[in-house]
């Protein structure tokens, strides 16, 4: 079983494991449109370290920062995802393929909310909108190949 808390990877394998450039992911964190969750070094002049967690919360961000959702906004969500789960999911984990499907994040831009969903939830997605957003638009996000790449990046196998 993977340790989804150990702080061990630096902000360059970070950034590099979310197809981001670590000045960029630097940029975010020093402007606070990224909070520092990660390990803040012991002495002046050595790395931060982020656990697996924290990159999966910088990786969904990432990803919706992609589809114009403001920093500070997609970093959020990518808290919620990677500190939250339930009873299916545990936090910044898939639902299980076999039992659920892929993973998605749905996302409304007017509302700037967004729910974590599993693939066989996909039916009820315009239920769920109507209930958290009155616009139509939504962004639909599969996590799966963000989760594989991170993993693939870091050296975890998926």
């Given at each position: 079983m993977l340790d989804y808390a150990h702080k061990q990877f630096k902000t360059s394998q970070a950034a590099e494991a979310c197809k981001m450039a670590p000045p960029t992911l630097r940029g975010y964190l020093?402007?606070?449109?990224?909070?520092?969750?990660?390990?803040?070094?012991?002495?002046?002049?050595?790395?931060?370290?982020?656990?697996?967690?924290?990159?999966?919360?910088?990786?969904?961000?990432?990803?919706?920062?992609?589809?114009?959702?403001?920093?500070?906004?997609?970093?959020?969500?990518?808290?919620?995802?990677?500190?939250?789960?339930?009873?299916d999911r545990d936090p910044a984990s898939m639902f299980d393929f076999r039992e659920k499907g892929e993973t998605f994040i749905a996302y409304w831009p007017d509302s700037q909310t967004a729910e974590v969903i599993a693939g066989d939830d996909i039916k009820g997605l315009y239920d769920i909108g109507i209930s958290i957003s009155q616009s139509e638009a939504v962004i639909l996000i599969k996590l799966n190949p963000i989760e594989r790449q991170v993993f693939a990046a870091l050296g975890f196998g998926a």
């Open positions: 020093h402007r606070g449109e990224f909070r520092a969750i990660g390990k803040k070094a012991d002495q002046p002049g050595l790395a931060t370290l982020f656990s697996l967690r924290d990159v999966m919360v910088f990786a969904v961000a990432a990803r919706l920062i992609e589809f114009n959702v403001p920093p500070k906004v997609a970093f959020g969500i990518g808290v919620e995802f990677g500190h939250f789960g339930d009873d």
